[in-house]
């Protein structure tokens, strides 16, 4: 349950259609087409999801930090519910990424520190980028998504699973 089909034998997957155009529904139900990859997982957030999501956590960040006991609190680095955990890497400069994950997976905090790795190389060296906006570069894209392949590869979820 909530669970989507993001790719077809590697073949990026949105609503019904492939990347390439074919119905989700007309290829499986092809006996031609198999043996067939598919790699299920979460839908994906619409964009006012997502600045919604963002915009509520933040803040929740700034509201956890003033009221943290402990003295020069960061503020939330996570927030655990039975579905995801949203995870939060501040910089020393104030610019926050988040990662939605599975409860069980682990390693989130090592590609926190490499996403913000990918940021440095590909974002902030870009002349034509500019702080606070949307980020238009293709080997920023690029490096992202192998990034997240690669912690997708790696045994994503911790013991128990």
Not at 6 to 13: D, H, Y
Not at 39 to 68: P, V
Not at 89 to 95: A, D, E, N, V
Request: proline share 5%.
């Amino acid at each position: 349950v909530g669970h989507a089909v993001l790719a077809i034998n590697g073949s990026e997957v949105n609503g019904r259609f492939t990347a390439d155009g074919k119905d989700v529904l007309e290829f499986l139900g092809n006996p031609a087409n198999y043996p067939v990859s598919i790699r299920f997982g979460r839908h994906r957030l619409s964009s006012n999801e997502k600045l919604m999501l963002a915009s509520m956590f933040h803040s929740l960040f700034a509201i956890g930090s003033q009221l943290s006991p402990e003295v020069g609190s960061s503020g939330i680095e996570m927030l655990e519910t039975d579905t995801f955990k949203l995870h939060c890497f501040q910089t020393l400069t104030g610019i926050k990424f988040m990662v939605l994950a599975d409860p069980r997976q682990t390693g989130i905090d090592a590609l926190l520190r490499k996403i913000y790795e990918i940021y440095s190389d590909y974002a902030l060296k870009n002349p034509f980028y500019s702080l606070e906006m949307p980020i238009r570069c293709e080997l920023f894209d690029q490096n992202l998504k192998l990034a997240l392949e690669v912690a997708e590869k790696a045994g994503p979820f911790g013991p128990g699973s």
